[in-house]
């Protein structure tokens, strides 16, 4: 984005127009308040003489009634003059205020531009401002939570310890370079070597969060894999509290997979129907299968379907082709003995769904009935333990989005070649080099160090108004 283009005023809808009873019209820049005064008529005062914080009632002649809200450079959201109108959420009557707006001399803004001047006019850096978008995308109260923290400044906060420390010995390293012919040491390479090794284990803590956060961001994958006609698509649809998959007694009927999200404990789980898996001349229904073995192998959690009516080998052999698929170190297992109301009256389900955790086949065993929805909340406890184990604390930084995950493996990376250089005695200056290099990798993530093409590619992808 041209720098020039922040010294213009801009307007945008912060609200859907034609949703809802009310519609938010945001304005920026400079020349805020004189454009609006040439828009909105006031029963008192003007726009030009409204103090920060205060709301005026106007009119926009022909058009509608508008509440107006000031604030004033730098207490607002991008830190510069801004006003929020208020009006009715008609289409026409938002169209009409902005038409005006834009008559009068500002521009329509562009995606995330409010955010980007809020970042550029120093109110947030880079990781609190891409906080803003995973609060307004945020499907759950934990995504919700996550957001927050981050918005809040406890991530950024993090990464500055953990720059001012490395800043620090490298530039005692560097100072070495000074007094190179006295081969003196300012850092003792105990001491760097220490706090090399300290902060990688701080760096893969976060890391390691990815996955949760990742899954919190995006929704927990959740493949229901079994053998046709075990009952997966009943499953699903119990699930979502919908008909999304078609139920019939026909083997074969899903031949591709199925998907839908439920917020459960509040974690957005992405449960996907995957085609039964058996032998088939069918093509379609190969092609079907070959995608659900796929499905199982990314799912962050399979839930293995067995039928109780089916006998012992078909089901050993369905288990088995399912497990062939998994990475139990990464993978959770929970394996669903289905149609357990064929059992007759005499088992009680709900003391069967004492599920056992079996360390050697590293998967948590249950009893349901899909159709009768008998088990389903002892799943649905299972599945949000699966999800709760991968973090150790509500107050632990979790990283949910992908650029930092790899900024900070990039870290990673230059603060291991320190270790390796420390280890074969290279310089002081190639040791500062990768010190360097470690600070901007860490840096890239709140905005500290980055370029004008990173930053347009972050905020196009916020929604306008925003």
Known sequence: MDVSRFEDTIVAPATVPGTGAISLIRVSGSDTMSLIDKVV?????????????????????????????????????????????????????????????????????????????????????????????????????????????????????????????????????????DFSEEDVEFASRERVSALVEEILGHIGRLTDSFRYGNALRNGVPVAIAGAANSGKSTLLNALVGDDKAIVSEIAGTTRDSIEDTVVIDGILF???????????????????????????????????????????????????????????????????????DL??????????????????????????SAKEGDGLEELKKALVKTQKDLTLDSDQTIVTNLRHYNALKQAAGALCDVEEGISSGISSELLAEDLRAALTHLGSITGEITTDEILGNIFSRFCIGK
Do not use: W
């Not at 959690?301 to 078909?314: F, I, R």
């Open 41 to 177: 008529r006031f029963v008192n005062g003007s726009a030009v003489q409204a103090k920060g914080y205060s709301v005026k009632f106007g009119v926009v002649d022909e058009t509608d009634e508008v509440l107006v809200s000031f604030f004033r450079a730098p207490h607002s959201y991008t830190g510069e003059d801004m006003a929020e109108i208020s009006c009715h959420a008609s289409s026409y009557v938002v169209s009409e205020i902005m038409r005006r707006l834009c008559d009068a001399g500002a521009r329509p803004a562009e995606a995330g531009e409010f955010t980007r001047r809020s970042f550029v006019n120093g109110k947030m850096d880079l990781a609190q401002a891409e906080a803003v978008a995973d609060i307004i995308s945020s499907t759950g109260s934990e995504s919700l939570r996550v957001a927050l923290s981050q918005l809040r400044g406890g991530f950024s906060a993090e990464l500055a310890e953990l720059r001012g420390r490395l800043a620090e010995v490298a530039s005692l390293l560097e100072l070495e370079l």
């Open 270 to 340: 992405r449960f996907i129907d995957t085609a039964g898996l058996r032998e088939t001349s069918d093509v379609i229904e190969k092609l079907g299968i070959s995608r659900s073995y796929k499905k199982i192998s990314e799912a962050s959690v399979v839930l293995a379907l067995l039928d109780v009516s089916a006998s012992e080998e078909e089901n050993e052999a369905s288990i088995s082709d399912i497990v062939l698929k998994l990475d139990l170190e990464r993978q959770k297992l929970i394996v669903l003995l289905n149609k357990a």
């Open 343 to 368: 059992l007759g009256p005499n088992i009680n389900v709900s003391i069967l769904n004492n599920f056992v955790l079996s360390p050697k086949e590293k998967a948590i065993k249950l009893y349901i």
